[in-house]
């Protein structure tokens, strides 16, 4: 499906240069001498690299057609991610390469919409947040002022995040699986 440049926005998958990619940031730039343009950095579905282009607003760019389905999150092994269907029944693994640090995000039967191009998956979106347990934290320090005063904590599924003073080995904890920074106190 064509789209203009100025219809690029983060998140999207877009066909550029024989390759999928995935749109990082976008900047739309309007200089005082010249037409406008959109300055899009975009990383690569296939070789993992990154690219940043210049589109002018006249162009047209071809935004990959998706098919997103929901699945459940199974388990994982050595170097693969294994999902169910909930409908179907029907079970896919996927490498663990796609998701990188958030596959730890995963947890038993959790849902995830999964992308498809081609038949062949290309990206998997976790739910925007998801509760996690604090696996440890430094103990707070009297005196601290409670603005800028964040601690490492370690979540039970290994991430590492930072938390604010209050939070206490053992607390339930929402985190935004986008940024990976935490959110709220459950």
Sequence with gaps: MKINATEIRVGMIIEHKDDLWEVLKTNHVKPGKGGAFA???????SKNTKLNERFRSSETIEKATL?????NFLYKDENDLHFMNPETFEQININKKILGEKGKMLSENLEVSINFHNEKPINISLPKQITCKIDTTDVAIKGQTVASSYKPATLENGLNVQVPPFIETGDDVIIDTRTMEYVKKV
Excluded at 39 to 45: C, F, N
Excluded at 67 to 71: A, G, I, N, T
């Design 39 to 45: 300055q899009v950095e975009m990383k690569s579905m």
């Design 67 to 71: 098919d997103e389905l929901k699945y």
